[in-house]
T-cell receptor, first 115, second 115 residues
C-alpha cells in the first residue's frame, strides 16, 4: 500500500542553521508524484513543489532545495540559512494510480526556528 | 494567496446540527477537492468534483455530502454533527480533473468546532 513517512515529528533549530526534513515514501507504481506543502501557524496550506517520478533532478528555489532519490524512496527538503518565518508544519505527499491519483499525506514535521 | 476562497473561516455549532462550507476555486480551475484535517487522523481526502460531476471519493462519511455548481463553486454539507467532526476543512482546486497528477492549490480552510 502507498505510504508516506515523515519520521521527524518536530525539529527545532536556531535561525540561520540549515535544516533537512525527511520524507520516505512507499509505492508499487512506476509513475507517481511527490509534493511538499507548508502549513504556517495561520493554518493555510501552501504549495512548495511537485516532482514526477521520472524526473530525478534535484531542485533549488532560493533557500529551499529538494533531493529526490528513487533508490532510497526519499524526497528530502532542505532549508538553508533558516529564518523565523520558516516556522511551520511541512507535509510531504504522494499520489499514484493506486491512490486514484489522490494525495496520500505524511503526518507532517513541525519546524521551529528560534531567533 | 492561492486564489481559492473558503467561507466561513470559523464555524461553531452544536452536536446534531447541519452546516454548509463554501469554496470558490481559482479562476479557470475546473476541479475542486475537499479535505479534512483533524488532530487524530491528519489530512484526509474527502471528495473531488470536476466541472460539476463527482470524480473521486475518499474517506467521506455518509453524513457528509458535496456538490459543485455550474459556476464551479462547491459546497460541503455536514449533517448530524458529532464532536469528532471538529476539524479544519480545506478546499483545493486544480485546472483539470487529473487528481494529484497536477498541483492542487488550497484555500485558507474553515475551522469547524462542534460543541
Amino acid at each position: 500500500a502507498q505510504k508516506v513517512t515523515q519520521a521527524q515529528t518536530e525539529i527545532s533549530v536556531v535561525e540561520k542553521e540549515d535544516v533537512t526534513l525527511d520524507c520516505v515514501y512507499e509505492t508499487r507504481d512506476t509513475t507517481y508524484y511527490l509534493f511538499w506543502y507548508k502549513q504556517p501557524p495561520s493554518g493555510e496550506l501552501v504549495f512548495l513543489i511537485r516532482r514526477n517520478s521520472f524526473d530525478e533532478q534535484n531542485e533549488i528555489s532560493g533557500r529551499y532545495s529538494w533531493n529526490f532519490q528513487k533508490s532510497t524512496s526519499s524526497f528530502n527538503f532542505t532549508i538553508t540559512a533558516s529564518q523565523v518565518v520558516d516556522s511551520a508544519v511541512y507535509f510531504c505527499a504522494l499520489s499514484d494510480r493506486y491512490s486514484n491519483y489522490q494525495l496520500i499525506w505524511g503526518a507532517g514535521t513541525k519546524l521551529i526556528i528560534k531567533p | 494567496d492561492s486564489g481559492v476562497t473558503q467561507t466561513p473561516k470559523h464555524l461553531i455549532t452544536a452536536t446534531g446540527q447541519r452546516v454548509t462550507l463554501r469554496c470558490s476555486p481559482r479562476s479557470g480551475d475546473l476541479s475542486v477537492y475537499w479535505y479534512q484535517q483533524s488532530l487524530d487522523q491528519g489530512l484526509q481526502f474527502l471528495i473531488q468534483y470536476y466541472n460539476g460531476e463527482e470524480r473521486a471519493k475518499g474517506n467521506i462519511l455518509e453524513r457528509f455530502s458535496a456538490q459543485q455548481f455550474p459556476d464551479l463553486h462547491s459546497e460541503l454539507n455536514l449533517s448530524s454533527l458529532e464532536l469528532g467532526d471538529s476539524a479544519l476543512y480545506f478546499c483545493a482546486s486544480s485546472p483539470l480533473g487529473t487528481g494529484a497528477r497536477e498541483t492542487q492549490y488550497f484555500g485558507p480552510g474553515t475551522r469547524l468546532l462542534v460543541l
